[in-house]
């Protein structure tokens, strides 16, 4: 036997050693094994989400908990003590006493026509400082831009002298427009930024067929944008409906007042702080914003990926 020849034989032999000891260990072990190591490497993990969940979801859970106690159980059970019944004359009392549904009426009110003009006028204005060409788009992207970088408190008082003048005060149109003019410039800085991850291509195609601005900005910008705009206009309309300073500035008729002042108003318009109706406004607040945060974030998650991607 040759020295190469030898050489091979060793070589088959190891393996079949090699063979032996793995055929050895049941193929389940090494499975359970395997299932073993996976399941500690990401114990942490879990064990962070868990926390995570916890710190978030408890204290919802706890405010709907307390919703349905009555105001002896609050003052007398522990505070994570369960209600003794479901009841739901807090929620009752909470929308006729407390006027809870006004106070929604007028969130709507002002919520929805807000966040259409943002909308509106946001995305014609990404469109037109990053699709079409023309002087003095940069500097005016940068002004735009700036309205970011302006406290909000800061131009409250000089906006309520001037409503006031015109004599606008005792209406919903002082909150109306100044939540117009303060989303306007995050919407126009995102919808540009949506508008940048678009292949021009397709703009200039559309201009070669014969599109003006107008056309190519309904029939191509608008349906290539619509999880952008969704996701725009729910950031939006959470940031409107969730606003309690310029609500609480402009508002000087009680009748006028949106769901967080009405909430900040609950609180004291009794002789003795009411848990119950309280925890049972913002238990009504908690599941609306909940159920349309649930039934469109797929839709969130994909405007917010589109805009992070350069096509």
């Not at 944008?225 to 969730?242: D, G």
Request: net charge positive.
């Amino acid at each position: 036997m040759t020295a190469t020849q030898a050489a091979a034989h060793n070589a088959v032999q190891a393996r079949t050693e090699s063979r032996k000891v793995d055929a050895g260990v049941p193929p389940v072990r090494q499975t359970s094994r395997r299932r073993t190591g996976r399941i500690l490497r990401r114990l942490p993990i879990w064990i962070a989400v868990g926390i995570l969940l916890f710190v978030v979801l408890y204290p919802q859970f706890w405010v709907i908990m307390g919703s349905f106690k009555s105001q002896t159980e609050f003052l007398s059970n522990p505070t994570w003590s369960l209600p003794q019944s479901w009841d739901v004359s807090n929620y009752v009392e909470a929308l006729t006493r407390g006027n809870v549904a006004v106070n929604y009426r007028n969130s709507i009110l002002v919520t929805i026509p807000a966040v259409t003009m943002i909308v509106l006028l946001g995305v014609a204005a990404g469109y037109a400082l990053e699709v079409m060409i023309w002087r003095g788009r940069k500097a005016t992207l940068l002004l735009i831009l700036g309205g970011i970088m302006v406290p909000g408190q800061m131009i409250l008082v000089p906006l309520f002298t001037a409503y006031f003048q015109i004599g606008i005060t005792d209406t919903l149109w002082p909150m109306i427009i100044t939540y117009t003019v303060m989303g306007i410039p995050l919407t126009t800085f995102l919808m540009a930024a949506y508008f940048r991850s678009v292949p021009r291509e397709i703009f200039e195609a559309a201009t070669v067929d014969g599109c003006g601005p107008l056309r190519s900005f309904f029939s191509i910008g608008l349906p290539l944008m619509r999880n952008a705009i969704l996701t725009v206009a729910l950031v939006q309309f959470f940031s409107v409906w969730n606003d309690l300073l310029i609500a609480l500035t402009f508002t000087t008729d009680p009748s006028l007042a949106t769901i967080q002042v009405g909430l900040l108003s609950l609180n004291d318009e009794y002789g003795s702080t009411q848990y119950g109706p309280l925890f049972a406004a913002i238990s009504i607040n908690i599941v609306v914003l909940g159920i349309i945060f649930v039934f469109l974030n797929k839709k969130i998650m994909a405007g917010l990926a589109s805009g992070s991607l350069k096509g």
